[in-house]
């Protein structure tokens, strides 16, 4: 039915809304940990870079935990 088709389509956005907010947090993470060990910089330097990623990724999750 068209209620049947509609639950799919939101499981399929939620499914994807949370492995965005996953992988955008993971390569904020990634980043910040390059910059620390490779970069010399120090963690209070890359902390807006968690901080961000930690938003957006999270954003993307609320999003598709609300769908």
Do not use: H
């Amino acid at each position: 039915t068209g209620l049947t088709k509609v639950d799919n389509f939101f499981s399929t956005v939620n499914g994807w809304l949370s492995a965005a907010g996953v992988l955008i947090m993971t390569g904020a993470i990634m980043v910040a940990g390059y910059k620390v060990m490779f970069g010399g910089q120090a963690i209070r330097e890359v902390t807006p870079i968690v901080l961000g990623g930690i938003l957006i990724g999270g954003a993307a999750m609320i999003a598709g935990m609300l769908l």
